[in-house]
């Protein structure tokens, strides 16, 4: 079994015990097929953390830290768990940390999306053209807005459909 198929066979178990935002599994497998490209990302394979999760510090003892150069060839220590089935829970902890406060209010897709990307959860706003856009807050909500059409977007096609 691929490791996508096996993260979404996780997440599954882990909604049905936990009833963590049962109305989502779509938009949340979405969110994580857009971060490790369908499971086939370095930091997937190599990590088995499919939405670019980095370490934090209430983090430690679920997951290890994994030094790792993201798009932009920035290192950093990120999340790495034993296997995809250790995902979710880890995931779960992660959103409802202090800065996703609220998370747990949103009970369908599109707030759940909104809500996270709109916290920071979508990739660091980019340098375009040598200009830094880390302290635009129109630019930054505008990456934001589109980090959750597109999760949203991918959440409603047929690739999620049929894992569902």
Same mark, same amino acid.
């Given at each position: 079994m691929h490791n996508f198929e096996r993260v979404t066979a996780a997440l599954k178990n882990h909604q049905a015990k936990y009833n963590d935002f049962p109305l989502c599994t779509a938009v949340i497998l979405a969110q994580w097929a857009k971060e490790s490209n369908w499971g086939k990302s370095k930091l997937a394979v190599l990590?088995?953390? /499919?939405? +670019? =999760?980095?370490?934090?510090?209430?983090? $430690?003892?679920?997951?290890?830290?994994?030094?790792y150069s993201d798009w932009q060839n920035k290192t950093d220590p990120y999340c790495a768990?034993?296997?995809?089935?250790? /995902?979710? +829970? =880890?995931?779960?902890?992660?959103?409802? $940390?202090?800065?996703?406060f609220g998370i747990d209010s949103c009970q369908d897709p599109e707030s759940f999306?909104?809500?996270?990307?709109?916290?920071?959860?979508?990739a660091s706003t980019p340098e375009i053209k040598g200009q830094d856009y880390s302290d635009n807050d129109s630019y930054r909500a505008a990456v934001a807005q589109a980090y959750a059409n597109s999760v949203l977007k991918l959440a409603n096609s047929e690739e999620i459909k049929k894992l569902i």
């Amino acid at each position: 079994m691929h490791n996508f198929e096996r993260v979404t066979a996780a997440l599954k178990n882990h909604q049905a015990k936990y009833n963590d935002f049962p109305l989502c599994t779509a938009v949340i497998l979405a969110q994580w097929a857009k971060e490790s490209n369908w499971g086939k990302s370095k930091l997937a394979v190599l990590a088995n953390n /499919f939405a +670019g =999760l980095k370490m934090r510090p209430e983090l $430690r003892g679920l997951a290890k830290p994994f030094t790792y150069s993201d798009w932009q060839n920035k290192t950093d220590p990120y999340c790495a768990v034993d296997s995809p089935e250790d /995902f979710p +829970g =880890l995931y779960f902890v992660f959103i409802r $940390r202090q800065v996703y406060f609220g998370i747990d209010s949103c009970q369908d897709p599109e707030s759940f999306i909104n809500h996270l990307a709109n916290k920071g959860f979508c990739a660091s706003t980019p340098e375009i053209k040598g200009q830094d856009y880390s302290d635009n807050d129109s630019y930054r909500a505008a990456v934001a807005q589109a980090y959750a059409n597109s999760v949203l977007k991918l959440a409603n096609s047929e690739e999620i459909k049929k894992l569902i």
